[in-house]
């Protein structure tokens, strides 16, 4: 099988984070905190399943926490970094058509596990979020070529952040591009 396998564990300690802060008047403040440390896994694959159809998945888990840190007076040692999920996921599926350009399409979804809106951990978590996307590419000759990626596919709403008032994802995103090479 042609494929490729790769993994890694780690485990990170850093002094002086900067972190932002939302303060009460809804200001965002950038506060330094003492200690973090961020242990994990990262697992990821790429197959080629048959002619012109590869597949690739990635999967991360991530145990993030301050280990010393007092943000505005209050003591965060333990709490996990805001906006940090635990578990990431994606899978991609890509096909080559036989044709006599270069054509392809792709579809994949991405996974984005909960994780908590502030340092402090006290104004919620986010719930888990699922994405679909897709890519179109086309070759109009060896040095030309037109790329269509979609994210966001069915254009699901998710709150991703809270501060003064919730924020969200971005909707379906459309890019295009056409390049040439001489």
Same mark, same amino acid.
């Given at each position: 099988?042609n494929a490729l396998? *790769?993994?890694?564990?780690?485990?990170? +300690? &850093? &002094? =002086?984070? /900067?972190?932002?802060?939302?303060?009460p008047s809804g200001?965002?403040?950038?506060?330094?905190?003492?200690?973090? #440390?961020?242990? !994990?896994?990262?697992?990821?694959?790429?197959?080629?399943?048959?002619? !012109?159809?590869?597949?690739?998945?990635? %999967?991360?888990?991530?145990?993030?926490?301050?280990?010393? !840190? =007092?943000? #505005?007076? *209050?003591? /965060?040692?333990? =709490?996990?970094?805001?906006?940090?999920?635990?578990?990431?996921?994606?899978?991609?599926?890509?096909?080559?058509?036989?044709?006599?350009?270069?054509?392809?399409?792709?579809?994949?979804?991405?996974?984005?596990?909960?994780?908590?809106?502030?340092?402090? =951990?006290? +104004? !919620?978590?986010?719930?888990?979020?699922?994405?679909?996307?897709?890519?179109?590419? %086309?070759?109009?000759?060896?040095? *030309?070529?037109?790329?269509?990626?979609?994210?966001?596919?069915?254009?699901?709403? %998710? +709150?991703?952040? #809270?501060?003064?008032?919730?924020?969200?994802?971005?909707? #379906?995103?459309?890019?295009a591009a056409l390049?040439? *090479?001489?």
């Amino acid at each position: 099988i042609n494929a490729l396998f *790769t993994a890694s564990v780690y485990d990170l +300690t &850093k &002094k =002086n984070v /900067v972190v932002p802060v939302v303060l009460p008047s809804g200001v965002i403040e950038r506060q330094t905190i003492g200690e973090s #440390r961020v242990k !994990g896994f990262e697992f990821e694959a790429r197959a080629d399943l048959a002619e !012109g159809l590869t597949l690739s998945g990635g %999967y991360s888990y991530q145990d993030s926490a301050y280990v010393r !840190g =007092n943000v #505005r007076g *209050t003591v /965060v040692d333990g =709490n996990e970094f805001a906006s940090v999920p635990n578990h990431i996921a994606s899978l991609w599926l890509n096909y080559d058509l036989p044709t006599a350009n270069d054509m392809s399409v792709g579809l994949g979804a991405r996974y984005v596990g909960s994780y908590y809106y502030n340092v402090y =951990n006290n +104004t !919620g978590e986010s719930s888990p979020q699922i994405y679909v996307d897709a890519s179109l590419s %086309y070759g109009f000759s060896e040095e *030309t070529e037109l790329t269509v990626n979609v994210s966001n596919l069915f254009d699901k709403q %998710y +709150t991703v952040g #809270r501060g003064t008032s919730d924020y969200y994802n971005s909707g #379906r995103t459309i890019t295009a591009a056409l390049r040439h *090479t001489w």
